[in-house]
Structures are given as structure tokens and as C-alpha cells.
């Protein structure tokens, strides 16, 4: 809720209880992050973001299910907002890094490209769904698992391969977004990094 204006409301609907994904807990934050503060950008001063969960299941004969996802369970973490919504155009290039539709010098276009790719490193997608002057909805899809495979421990972040101790490698953080600063600040020190961060 922090990340909204004052009269924007930000209502959660949990609807996936008892459900198990793998995924990097730090990495979820910054895509929810992403996504709402983009949400926050585009509601006007009274309206509403929606926060919510669901369990979805899509079979292979699905007209209606992301590309390149495969039949199975899914939970849905989807941010609607009550903005004036996405052009059909702008939507094919949402996820391409540095696209924005957002003024000059108001949005790097790294943020759903940011989004795109944590869910792609979980197994996942992320899709949009955009009626004009009724809002957006986008949603992460990652894959369920169940029993005994949601027990063993997640697998090695693959950022933290990379990192040589020895090394001290440090990586300069500029985002004038204070919530998302922090969020990519703990994904790289727990990668194993040295963080520096700046508002600009």
C-alpha cells in the first residue's frame, strides 16, 4: 500500500491458498513491485489497484491460455488497475526492454521487461489483458507444485554462480523508485553482490 498515492486503494484478493510454486521469494517482491507501481502511475487519484491470487488449470486443447505454456496448474498473481488502459499496439511491445509509454524521462522501460524475465526464470509467463477506459490486468502465470516436489530446496540462484567472492564485485543500483531500489538491492546482495544505491 506504501506504494500508492493518498485516495488510491489497494484491495488483495487472495484466492490460491495452500498452493506451492518455486520461485526466488525476492525476485516475486520485485516483480509485484513493478507491476503495481505501474498500476499506481496510470489510476487516477480515487481509483482502486487490485491485488489478487488464483489457482487456474488449462488443458492442451485451451484456445485461450499464454504461448508457450504448457497444460497443467498454475497460480495466477495478477495486478488489475482501473486506469484508461493499454492500446492493442503498445500492448505487442510491453515486454521489450526500454518500450514505455510513459512520458520522456518518466519510466526506463525496464520494468516489465524486469517482470517478464522472473517469470520466465520460474518456469512461468506474464500476460496482459486491457479493455480501453476500463483498465488492465496483468498477470504472472507460474506453474504449480505439488506434494513432496514443493518440499526440496529451491535451486541455486543462477546470479549466484557468477559471482566470485574474491572478486567484490559491487553493482551500481539508479532507480528514483524507492520500493523497487530496495527490492533489486536485496536480490543482488543475496546473489552476493556489493549494492550501491541512488535515487538518481
Not at 30 to 56: K, Q, Y
Not at 112 to 122: E, M, Q, S
Request: glycine share 10%.
Amino acid at each position: 500500500g506504501r506504494a500508492l498515492s493518498s485516495g488510491q486503494q489497494l484491495d488483495v484478493e487472495p484466492g490460491a491458498p495452500h498452493t506451492f510454486i518455486r520461485a526466488d521469494r525476492t525476485e516475486l517482491e520485485l516483480a509485484l513491485v513493478n507491476l503495481v507501481t505501474n498500476a499506481r502511475d496510470v489510476t487516477p487519484n480515487d481509483g482502486h489497484v487490485v491485488l489478487r491470487t488464483r489457482r487456474v488449470s488449462i488443458g492442451a486443447s485451451d484456445l485461450v491460455r499464454p504461448p508457450d505454456l504448457p497444460a497443467g496448474d498454475y497460480v495466477l498473481l495478477q495486478v488489475h488497475d482501473s486506469g484508461a488502459g493499454v492500446s492493442p499496439e503498445a500492448r505487442d511491445h510491453l515486454f521489450e526492454p526500454f518500450f514505455t509509454t510513459k512520458p520522456r524521462g518518466a519510466g526506463t522501460g525496464l520494468g516489465l521487461a524486469t517482470v517478464y524475465g522472473i517469470a520466465r526464470g520460474a518456469g512461468g509467463t506474464v500476460t496482459c489483458e486491457s479493455t480501453p477506459a476500463e483498465g488492465t490486468t496483468f498477470s504472472i502465470w507460474l506453474p504449480i507444485v505439488e506434494g513432496a516436489q514443493a518440499k526440496p530446496a529451491a535451486p541455486a540462484n543462477p546470479a549466484r554462480q557468477v559471482v566470485d567472492a574474491s572478486l567484490h564485485q559491487r553493482v551500481l543500483v539508479v532507480d528514483d523508485e524507492e520500493s523497487v531500489r530496495r527490492g533489486v538491492q536485496r536480490m543482488l546482495a543475496s546473489a552476493g553482490f556489493e549494492v550501491v544505491v541512488a535515487s538518481s
